[in-house]
């Protein structure tokens, strides 16, 4: 009825945890590679599927070995279902008309458009600051940001589960990096406290976001940034997950929280509720705008924004200010509740606060493997987090709500969720009854799962 699944593929990747320093740099990643294909094989590696139609709230696609699928899409992130709206098709196929397809150049060398200075102009005023920096990707704006402010004698306060971009620009920058446990005010003011005694002329850099991705829950901005101007440190807070596609007017958590323009320093991507590539850093200091153009790798010695990404976000800022954008967030805000309470009913442990991420807590590494191939099988196109994105054994599915999903395609995604659940378990019994080497772990329950990145 099942097949069995080796020994290695129960756990995370082999070659990462036996630190596989071979002297040849490429060698170094074939057990990593074999690893990969055998997942594949067995059907436990969700990883790497690709689109074959149009994102939407239902999708066809395929695995990376080209077995095909289908199903009700809770797997991208279109969450006000932006990325086929006529009128943004429309912008990007007026920008080729009248710009052609490249921006072809630095935005520091003539790689700006009309469209790009434009986008930086309305996204200043719509996000309360007086200047605005465009980036070809939101990786890019985020790591950008914090590898231009930051110097190596500088000091970098950071959430645990802060975005990679800025985790990994923070260790590229200096080898002060303060991380602290996940939305702790106290161990924040602690550490600024500690670093003002020991060093009272450094700068100091303190970086979070609105909304977690992982989690779905927020910080208290205004807390931060106050406890930042005590000890004349600067907060970056990183938008991504949230602008648009939360609050009355779009403007997100920093909306709910009466924090519109009040931090120092704000980035975010597009990629979320924009439908597009492209990032940006917004702040009310001007010389910065000169930095990031000119001493910021990320934006000097790389192509601009293109004139198509640049049409499409304005074009998605049009609706996201009008009325359609606001009953696109009343929609979404509907759908995700409505996905919340289902699960929970289902029995599903669901993480944070209501928004477009709706984090379902799974825990076993090898049940959550199972439950993501079962649930795609069954039309549930899912996004399976495991270690080290999370901690072990608090693996999750990240469900990813679309303003234009359906009250039956929740609900349809909810029997999924408990069918998979159900089905997986029963493999892991099969599994267990019939090892002869290492017993398979067992399902863990998830008011027993304790496991986060910020405990390991």
Same mark, same amino acid.
């Given at each position: 009825?099942?097949?069995? =699944?080796?020994?290695?593929?129960?756990?995370?990747?082999?070659?990462?945890?036996?630190?596989?320093?071979?002297?040849?740099?490429?060698?170094?990643?074939?057990?990593?590679?074999?690893?990969?294909?055998?997942?594949?094989?067995?059907?436990?590696?969700?990883?790497?599927?690709?689109?074959?139609?149009?994102?939407?709230?239902?999708?066809?696609?395929?695995?990376?070995?080209?077995?095909?699928?289908?199903?009700?899409?809770?797997?991208?992130?279109?969450?006000?279902?932006?990325?086929?709206?006529?009128?943004?098709?429309?912008?990007?196929?007026?920008?080729?008309?009248?710009?052609?397809?490249?921006?072809?150049?630095?935005?520091?060398?003539?790689?700006?458009?009309?469209?790009?200075?434009?986008?930086?102009?309305?996204?200043?005023?719509?996000?309360?600051?007086?200047?605005?920096?465009?980036?070809?990707?939101?990786?890019?704006?985020?790591?950008?940001?914090?590898?231009?402010?930051?110097?190596?004698?500088?000091?970098?306060?950071?959430?645990?589960?802060?975005?990679?971009?800025?985790?990994?620009?923070?260790?590229?920058?200096?080898?002060?990096?303060?991380?602290?446990?996940?939305?702790?005010?106290?161990?924040?003011?602690?550490?600024?406290?500690?670093?003002?005694?020991?060093?009272?002329?450094?700068?100091?850099?303190?970086?979070?976001?609105?909304?977690?991705?992982?989690?779905?829950?927020?910080?208290?901005?205004?807390?931060?940034?106050? =406890?930042?101007?005590?000890?004349?440190?600067?907060?970056?807070?990183?938008?991504?997950?949230?602008?648009?596609?939360?609050?009355?007017?779009?403007?997100?958590?920093?909306?709910?929280?009466?924090?519109?323009?009040?931090?120092?320093?704000?980035?975010?991507?597009?990629?979320?509720?924009?439908?597009?590539?492209?990032?940006?850093?917004?702040?009310?200091?001007?010389?910065?705008?000169?930095?990031?153009?000119?001493?910021?790798?990320?934006?000097?010695?790389?192509?601009?924004?293109?004139?198509?990404?640049?049409?499409?976000?304005?074009?998605?800022?049009?609706?996201?200010?009008?009325?359609?954008?606001?009953?696109?967030?009343?929609?979404?805000?509907?759908?995700?509740?409505?996905?919340?309470?289902?699960?929970?009913?289902?029995?599903?442990?669901?993480?944070?606060?209501?928004?477009?991420?709706?984090?379902?807590?799974?825990?076993?590494?090898?049940?959550?493997?199972?439950?993501?191939?079962?649930?795609?099988?069954?039309?549930?196109?899912?996004?399976?987090?495991?270690?080290?994105?999370?901690?072990?054994?608090?693996?999750?599915?990240?469900?990813?709500?679309?303003?234009?999903?359906?009250?039956?395609?929740?609900?349809?995604?909810?029997?999924?969720?408990?069918?998979?659940?159900?089905?997986?378990?029963?493999?892991?019994?099969?599994?267990?009854?019939?090892?002869?080497?290492?017993?398979?772990?067992?399902?863990?329950?998830?008011?027993?799962?304790?496991?986060?990145?910020?405990?390991?």
């Amino acid at each position: 009825m099942f097949e069995n =699944i080796p020994d290695p593929l129960r756990t995370s990747l082999p070659a990462a945890e036996k630190h596989n320093h071979k002297t040849n740099l490429l060698d170094r990643w074939t057990e990593s590679g074999a690893w990969w294909e055998e997942r594949i094989q067995h059907k436990i590696d969700p990883y790497q599927k690709y689109s074959t139609s149009r994102v939407g709230s239902f999708i066809e696609g395929a695995h990376r070995d080209g077995s095909t699928f289908a199903g009700h899409n809770f797997a991208s992130q279109d969450y006000l279902s932006l990325a086929s709206h006529p009128s943004l098709m429309k912008a990007a196929k007026d920008a080729i008309d009248i710009y052609g397809l490249h921006s072809a150049g630095s935005a520091a060398l003539m790689g700006n458009t009309k469209l790009s200075v434009e986008l930086e102009r309305r996204l200043a005023s719509f996000l309360g600051y007086e200047d605005a920096v465009l980036f070809p990707i939101g990786w890019a704006a985020g790591y950008g940001a914090v590898k231009t402010l930051v110097g190596p004698t500088d000091h970098v306060v950071i959430d645990i589960l802060a975005h990679a971009c800025t985790q990994e620009a923070a260790r590229d920058a200096t080898p002060n990096v303060h991380l602290h446990s996940h939305l702790n005010l106290k161990a924040v003011e602690n550490r600024l406290a500690r670093i003002r005694r020991d060093d009272p002329s450094g700068g100091i850099l303190v970086v979070t976001e609105t909304l977690f991705s992982m989690d779905s829950d927020v910080p208290d901005l205004a807390a931060m940034q106050e =406890i930042c101007r005590k000890y004349d440190a600067t907060l970056l807070v990183d938008c991504a997950h949230d602008l648009g596609s939360h609050g009355k007017t779009g403007r997100g958590i920093l909306e709910d929280q009466d924090m519109v323009g009040k931090v120092d320093i704000l980035v975010g991507a597009f990629s979320k509720s924009f439908a597009s590539m492209g990032g940006f850093v917004a702040t009310n200091n001007k010389g910065f705008r000169f930095a990031l153009r000119g001493q910021c790798g990320p934006s000097t010695f790389t192509n601009a924004m293109s004139p198509i990404q640049a049409a499409v976000v304005l074009a998605a800022l049009d609706v996201i200010e009008g009325d359609e954008g606001r009953e696109r967030r009343e929609k979404l805000m509907h759908n995700s509740n409505r996905l919340r309470a289902g699960l929970e009913e289902a029995g599903f442990e669901v993480l944070g606060k209501p928004s477009a991420v709706v984090p379902m807590l799974i825990g076993d590494v090898l049940l959550a493997r199972l439950m993501t191939r079962y649930a795609v099988e069954l039309g549930g196109i899912v996004n399976l987090v495991e270690h080290p994105a999370v901690a072990r054994n608090a693996c999750r599915w990240r469900l990813q709500v679309m303003a234009d999903h359906s009250d039956a395609q929740i609900d349809a995604m909810i029997e999924i969720a408990a069918k998979a659940r159900e089905m997986a378990e029963m493999h892991c019994e099969w599994l267990s009854a019939n090892d002869n080497s290492e017993k398979v772990r067992r399902f863990m329950p998830a008011n027993e799962t304790t496991g986060n990145v910020a405990a390991e």
